[in-house]
């Protein structure tokens, strides 16, 4: 007669396993996390001089003095206007020119080269020409980040637009639909996957170029902040400034991913 086992199991019961659901998201932070313990142990045992590597609690006590006297907020509140600007201006050129692109290989023979070339040059490479246009005021950093996000917008635009399955343009037209209705019903549908990829690493693409163009050419914001540690030799409040800009551009990439599986919804109920 077989006696069951501790905690009410049988001898054929399957081993408990955690869901997955919790397992996957613990496992990213293993990482991060012995990082994080080698940091606070150098910093301890003094592997690394302070001056150089402060300890996180010296950067957690920066950062919490920050958040106190108003000033991150003030910072990150600029920043965020400015990459939303920036990031606005890029997407709907992006989306335009992508979009007029992909639907006329013509507009393509006539613009493609020259996007090209134009996305071949980094965004530093246009500061000294920009500076020089529009000075060193808002308008170099809108439209500095604004050219950031137009390049991954437009490709990712052109190529969904392009990448559409034959077979459901095909059909559409057996059913008579006007260039309208394929616009509207077969060609964009298909194509906001990529699109949407394009949007986020335009986001991307732009919190980047805002944190190097407020690194060069600003007073104010999270890239002014961490150049004016670095000026006063304060370590603590660059790396709390890096934590909080890896922090912001974290929270608007999920922020869009959240976006993403609602307005991608229907492709899986309809599968």
Known sequence: MSTPLSLGLTATSP?????????QPLLGWLL????????????????IAPQVLPSPAAVAAALHEAVASGELWAHLQISVLRV?????LG????LLLGTAMGLSPTVEDYLHPLFKAFSQVPVLGWLPLLMLLVGIDEALKIILIAKAALVPVTLNTLHGIRNVPTRLIEVARVFGFTRWQLLRRVVFPAAIAPVWNGVRYGLTHAW????????????????FMIVYGRQLFQLDVVMAAVAVVGAAGYLLDRGLAAVEVRLLRWRKEAF
């Not at 997407?91 to 992006?94: I, Q």
């Open 84 to 88: 939303l600007g920036g990031f606005g």
């Open 15 to 23: 081993p408990w396993r955690a869901p997955a659901w919790i397992v």
């Open 91 to 94: 997407l709907g050129g992006g």
């Open 208 to 223: 980047l170029a805002l944190v190097v163009v407020e690194l060069l050419a600003s007073s104010e914001g999270l890239g």
């Open 32 to 47: 991060p996390l012995a990082l994080l313990a080698l940091w606070a142990l150098a910093a301890q045992r003094a592997w």
